[in-house]
């Protein structure tokens, strides 16, 4: 099994909503990911996981609040975001030094109304 | 902050031309990655090079790195259609701090026609 799956495809919340972006791999990597993607720009790096603890946080405002239950789970908790917030919302792992980069899913479109 | 500047930001070729994409980056690097993203959709790894690597193949992908001049291309051979995307350089940092860290380029749009 070689995919990162990631649920749900589209949310659409409004700003006082309380929603979770889930992504889940079973390749055994120990390094996982949380990126925005804003249209037509590159991916952001919001959070790392490593061996289940948070190494990485690039300031991302706690309106976002990421949480890694296990070693194959990966969620993102969202709560009173504001419409800018709107975005592809990536997930990927990784095995460190393997030389083969990191594997990403294939999004959840968030829209903020 | 960005750390990779590409060019060109679009490129549009014929099938069975080749399609080459520059990438500059500022610091030093443990590693450079490319990626491929289909419109609205994950991205997908390409190709990884090390900081003591000059020059990477895989299928009709060739990538070279710099150090000196802090850059790298991704040349690709006899596109197809299916080549159309757009493309990402990553680069990854040496220090233990930042493990797994990635940042991205501004990326290539790719438009290969039939």
């Known amino acids: 099994d070689t995919e990162v799956t990631q649920t749900p495809k589209h949310l659409v919340m409004g700003m006082t909503n309380k929603k979770s972006l889930k992504c889940e791999q079973h390749?055994?990597?120990?390094?996982m990911y949380w990126y925005k993607q804003k249209a037509k720009k590159p991916p952001e790096l919001m959070f790392v996981?490593?061996?289940?603890?948070?190494?990485i946080n690039e300031s991302v405002p706690s309106r976002f609040s990421p949480e890694c239950p296990n070693s194959s789970l990966l969620n993102l908790h969202l709560h009173a975001l504001q419409p800018e917030d709107s975005a592809l919302y990536l997930c990927?792992?990784?095995?460190?030094?393997?030389?083969?980069?990191?594997?990403f899913g294939p999004g959840t479109r968030l829209t903020v109304l | 902050s960005q750390q990779g500047e590409e060019d060109p930001q679009a490129l549009s070729i014929q099938e069975g031309e080749n399609a080459t994409m520059n990438c500059s980056y500022k610091?030093?690097?443990?590693?450079l990655q490319w990626y491929r993203q289909n419109s609205g959709r994950g991205l997908v790894h390409l190709i990884l090079?090390?900081?003591?690597?000059r020059e990477k193949h895989s299928g009709r992908l060739r990538v070279t790195l710099d150090t000196s001049k802090k850059s790298s291309s991704l040349l690709i051979t006899a596109s197809r259609a299916a080549d159309t995307a757009s493309y990402f350089c990553?680069?990854?940092?040496?220090?233990?701090?930042?493990?797994?860290?990635?940042?991205f380029g501004q990326g290539t749009t790719l438009q290969v026609k039939p």
């Open positions: 990927a792992s990784s095995q460190e030094g393997s030389g083969r980069g990191q594997f």
């Open positions: 390749m055994g990597h120990r390094a």
């Open positions: 996981y490593s061996y289940e603890k948070l190494s």
């Open positions: 610091t030093s690097i443990n590693n």
């Open positions: 090079i090390r900081s003591n690597e």
């Open positions: 990553a680069t990854a940092f040496p220090s233990a701090s930042n493990t797994g860290k990635l940042i």
